[in-house]
């Protein structure tokens, strides 16, 4: 059986799960425990390399996971919202308190995406941390047909920018407006040019890259470890071929290695979030498109 080469700098097993104990609790704050861990490292069972160097690996990525509290996500709607203020605020020329709050009488906030997506749920965050009135906030379809208003659509990450694109299609090809804006926690180069060429004014807290990919040349979490980032790419592919076979390294080849307290983008590693016969670390709840699959849910409960 295949084993993993180590630098000789590379952190034991210990150290990894105490750093993970204490990320647990002072930066994650959710109700993780080491059994969790210990199931979780357990799913690799020497499929690609023994088992202990695969473990060992597990261990190392999920140190290097990022998991946003609800703490940290208010503190990103924040940001955003001060995002939205300051480019309001220069694009319009608006140089008062009151200016800008005359300005906010024709703007309106929706989510993105459908009833009960992860845009609905920003966006009630995103409402209580701005503090703006609640009857700024409406569906798309109800927002007023008229020329002299701004639309913002709030949601968590775009990162090929394709949904994105997509719902502008669907909702705003008959609509006339001012300005729209698309405002979202984390973006990629590809989604903001995109969106951009559109006419859709792009903000976010965080530009992901190349360095956030899991295996990419220039990963952060490999930076130190370069030797190990293909062994790596080889557990997480191969194990993802299983749990989810038209996105083995996630979503359009994502690669990504980050949730919210509220779930997981698909766009990171199934390793982290399949339960497709294997325990999450991160369960992530995926979407019910039609009625058969949700019947089919049902059995559980049965």
């Given at each position: 059986?295949?084993?993993?080469?180590?630098?000789?700098?590379?952190?034991?097993?210990?150290?990894?799960?105490?750093?993970?104990?204490?990320?647990?609790?002072?930066?994650?704050k959710?109700?993780?425990?080491?059994?969790?861990?210990?199931?979780?490292?357990?799913?690799?069972s020497?499929?690609?390399?023994?088992?202990?160097?695969?473990?060992?690996?597990?261990?190392?990525?999920?140190?290097?996971f990022?998991?946003?509290?609800e703490?940290?996500?208010?503190?990103?709607?924040?940001?955003?919202?001060?995002?939205?203020?300051?480019?309001?605020?220069?694009?319009?020329?608006?140089?008062?308190?009151?200016?800008?709050?005359?300005?906010?009488?024709?703007i309106?906030?929706?989510?993105?995406?459908?009833?009960?997506?992860?845009?609905?749920?920003?966006?009630?965050?995103f409402?209580?941390?701005?503090?703006?009135?609640?009857?700024?906030?409406?569906?798309?379809?109800?927002?007023?047909?008229?020329?002299?208003?701004?639309?913002?659509?709030?949601?968590?990450?775009?990162?090929?920018g394709?949904?994105?694109?997509?719902?502008f299609?669907?909702?705003?090809k008959?609509?006339?407006?001012?300005?729209?804006?698309?405002?979202?926690?984390?973006?990629?180069?590809?989604?903001?040019?995109?969106?951009?060429?559109?006419?859709?004014?792009?903000?976010?807290?965080?530009?992901?890259?190349?360095?956030?990919?899991?295996?990419?040349?220039?990963?952060?979490?490999?930076?130190?470890?370069q030797?190990?980032r293909?062994?790596?790419?080889?557990?997480?592919?191969?194990?993802?071929?299983?749990?989810?076979p038209?996105?083995?390294?996630?979503?359009?080849?994502g690669?990504?290695?980050f949730?919210?307290?509220?779930?997981?983008?698909n766009?990171?590693?199934p390793?982290f979030?399949?339960?497709?016969g294997?325990?999450?670390i991160?369960?992530?709840?995926e979407?019910i498109?039609?009625v058969?699959?949700r019947n089919?849910?049902?059995?559980?409960?049965i």
């Amino acid at each position: 059986m295949d084993r993993i080469r180590w630098p000789e700098k590379f952190p034991k097993e210990e150290m990894m799960i105490s750093v993970i104990k204490k990320t647990i609790t002072s930066s994650w704050k959710n109700n993780l425990t080491i059994d969790d861990v210990n199931k979780w490292i357990d799913n690799f069972s020497g499929r690609v390399y023994c088992p202990d160097d695969e473990k060992k690996m597990a261990l190392w990525m999920l140190c290097n996971f990022t998991y946003y509290n609800e703490n940290e996500v208010n503190h990103l709607c924040r940001m955003i919202y001060k995002n939205l203020l300051h480019d309001i605020a220069q694009r319009e020329g608006l140089d008062s308190n009151e200016k800008l709050a005359d300005a906010f009488e024709n703007i309106y906030f929706a989510a993105m995406g459908n009833a009960g997506e992860s845009g609905g749920l920003l966006l009630y965050f995103f409402r209580q941390e701005s503090g703006i009135s609640i009857d700024r906030f409406c569906y798309p379809s109800a927002i007023p047909k008229d020329e002299a208003k701004t639309v913002v659509f709030i949601d968590d990450v775009t990162l090929s920018g394709g949904t994105a694109i997509r719902f502008f299609h669907n909702n705003l090809k008959a609509m006339k407006y001012k300005c729209a804006y698309y405002i979202t926690l984390f973006a990629s180069h590809e989604a903001v040019n995109r969106l951009t060429e559109l006419g859709i004014n792009v903000l976010y807290c965080t530009l992901l890259d190349e360095r956030d990919k899991c295996f990419s040349d220039k990963s952060i979490m490999f930076l130190e470890f370069q030797e190990l980032r293909e062994p790596a790419r080889r557990i997480a592919e191969e194990y993802g071929k299983i749990l989810a076979p038209d996105r083995p390294l996630g979503y359009k080849n994502g690669q990504y290695c980050f949730g919210f307290h509220y779930n997981i983008p698909n766009n990171s590693l199934p390793i982290f979030w399949s339960d497709n016969g294997w325990y999450p670390i991160f369960p992530r709840k995926e979407k019910i498109h039609n009625v058969k699959q949700r019947n089919n849910k049902f059995e559980r409960y049965i």
